[in-house]
C-alpha cells in the first residue's frame, strides 16, 4: 500500500513538474515573439538601419585598419575610402566636416607637403578620407550619400571586395580557415549587409 503510495505521489510529481516545464516554455515563445514583433517595429523606425550603418562604417575601418598593419592583400582596398564616406553616420561625418575635420586635413597636408620622410605610409589612406570628406561639394555630400545611388555605390563595393576576398582564398570556405579568416570575411560581410537592408527598407 505504502509503495503503490509512493509511486502515485511521483507520478504526481512528475506530472506537475511536466506542466511547469511546459508553460515555462510556452512563456518563453511568447517572450521570444513579442520580442522579434518588437525588434522588427523598431527597425522599421530606423534605429535598424541606423545601427547597421555604423556597424558597416566600424567593420570598413576595421578592415583599413588590418589591411595597413597586418593583412596586407593584393585586393583595391582603397575601394573602403568611398564606402566609408557613403556609409559614415551622420553625426560623425558632420562632425569631420567641421573644423575638426579641417585641422586634420590641414595637419596632414602640411605634414606631407613639408615633412615626406616623417610622414607614415598607413597613414596615405586616412589622410585621403579625411580630405574626401571635407573638399566634397556639398551636393555630393549630402545628397548622394542619403539616396539610392550612395547605397548602390556601397554595395558595388561590398561584392566587389567580397568576391576578391574570396577569390584570394581559394574559396568560400576557405576565406573563414585563413589567419584572420574568420574576422576578414564577416567584416567583409558586414558591408553588404546594411545596403542590402537599407534597399530593402527604401
Not at 578592415?63 to 556609409?87: A, C, E, G, K
Request: charged share 15%; hydrophobic share 50%.
Amino acid at each position: 500500500m505504502g509503495r503503490i503510495l509512493m509511486q502515485y505521489v511521483a507520478t504526481k510529481t512528475d506530472l506537475v513538474m511536466a506542466n511547469l516545464i511546459d508553460s515555462d516554455v510556452n512563456e518563453l515563445k511568447l517572450a521570444a515573439q513579442k520580442l522579434f514583433h518588437d525588434a522588427t517595429m523598431l527597425a522599421g523606425a530606423g534605429t535598424g538601419p541606423s545601427f547597421l550603418r555604423w556597424l558597416a562604417s566600424f567593420s570598413a575601418i576595421y578592415l583599413l585598419i588590418l589591411d595597413r598593419t597586418n593583412w596586407r592583400t593584393n585586393m583595391l582596398t582603397s575601394l573602403l575610402v568611398p564606402y566609408i564616406f557613403f556609409s559614415f553616420p551622420e553625426s560623425l561625418f558632420n562632425f569631420l566636416r567641421g573644423d575638426v575635420g579641417k585641422w586634420i586635413a590641414f595637419v596632414a597636408v602640411v605634414l606631407r607637403l613639408f615633412f615626406p620622410r616623417h610622414f607614415p605610409e598607413w597613414l596615405e589612406i586616412p589622410g585621403s578620407m579625411i580630405l574626401l570628406l571635407m573638399v566634397a561639394p556639398d551636393v555630393f555630400a549630402l545628397k548622394t550619400r542619403n539616396n539610392w545611388i550612395g547605397i548602390a555605390i556601397e554595395l558595388f563595393i561590398g561584392c566587389y571586395l567580397l568576391q576578391e576576398h574570396i577569390r584570394a582564398s581559394g574559396g568560400f570556405r576557405n576565406s573563414f580557415t585563413q589567419k584572420h579568416g574568420i574576422s576578414n570575411t564577416l567584416g567583409i560581410i558586414l558591408l553588404i549587409v546594411y545596403p542590402i537592408c537599407a534597399f530593402i527598407l527604401h
